[in-house]
């Protein structure tokens, strides 16, 4: 069983940044794939953007290309996911999630492909 904490949400203004983390309590989380997905009221949840264990392969949602990057430090076994230019859209309930699989073999966008969860960090953007 895989522990992941989400933490970094907040409230910010439209135009601004954040940065979440997804912190592991597993000693071999640098070998599982990572996405980050979000969830806003009344909505289906969404992917984001997914990043390969050794870090080298990452994708992202349309929605969010050019304006998230997702990332890893393995020395600190978290995945961050860097937001700039926040829009309203944005707002959401983000989640991490991570899998034993190598992303490439894996439909990133997929929430089933993902075996554990976190429990969400709020983001709102206000305008």
């Known amino acids: 069983q895989v522990t992941l904490v989400e933490s970094g949400g907040g409230l910010v203004q439209a135009g601004g940044s954040l940065t979440l983390s997804c912190a592991a309590y597993?000693?071999?989380?640098?070998?599982?794939?990572v996405g980050w997905f979000r969830q806003a009221p009344g909505k289906e949840r969404e992917w984001v953007s997914s990043?390969?264990?050794?870090?080298?392969?990452?994708v992202y949602a349309n929605s969010v290309r050019g304006r998230f990057t997702i990332s890893r430090d393995s020395g600190k076994n978290t995945v961050n996911l860097h937001m700039y230019n926040l829009v309203r859209e944005d707002t959401a309930t983000y989640y991490c999630a991570a899998d034993h699989r190598q992303l490439e073999y894996i439909t990133a966008a997929d929430p089933v492909q993902y075996a554990y969860w976190g429990r969400g960090t709020q983001v709102t953007v206000s305008s």
């Open positions: 990043i390969s264990a050794s870090g080298g392969y990452t």
């Open positions: 597993e000693p071999h989380f640098n070998d599982y794939a």
